[in-house]
Nanobody, 115 residues
Framework: QVRLVESGGGLVQAGGSLRLSCPASGIIFSINAMGWYRQAPGKQRELVARITSGGTTTYVDSVKGRFTISRDNAKNTVYLQMNGLKPEDTAVYYC?????????WGKGTLVTVSS
């Protein structure tokens, strides 16, 4: 099992910044990619950003240039730096870890951006 616990969410005004953190614990060897997903009310969960063990990153178009995903392999932690936040970024943000064939999820942290 891999345990993921997100932190860093909260309420912020439009244009502000937040940094999400997600340390992984448990059976963490062979974790490949880690990522951040989000789910807004009434919408499907979507990929926000993903980073492989080699450092290759992927972003959804709506956050490119504003969000940065990073990974500290020594601390088994993935981060999401979110700048220039917009009201449409409001959602529950979930961390995930891929350890094939399993995918593990955290319980999420709420990000609310006020206009």
């Amino acid at each position: 099992q891999v345990r993921l616990v997100e932190s860093g969410g909260g309420l912020v005004q439009a244009g502000g910044s937040l940094r999400l953190s997600c340390p992984a614990s448990g059976i963490i060897f062979s974790i490949n990619a880690m990522g951040w997903y989000r789910q807004a009310p009434g919408k499907q969960r979507e990929l926000v950003a993903r980073i492989t063990s080699g450092g290759t990153t992927t972003y959804v178009d709506s956050v490119k240039g504003r969000f940065t995903i990073s990974r500290d392999n020594a601390k088994n932690t993935v981060y999401l730096q979110m700048n220039g936040l917009k009201p449409e970024d409001t959602a529950v943000y979930y961390c995930n870890a891929e350890r094939p064939p399993m995918v593990y999820w955290g319980k999420g942290t709420l990000v609310t951006v006020s206009s």
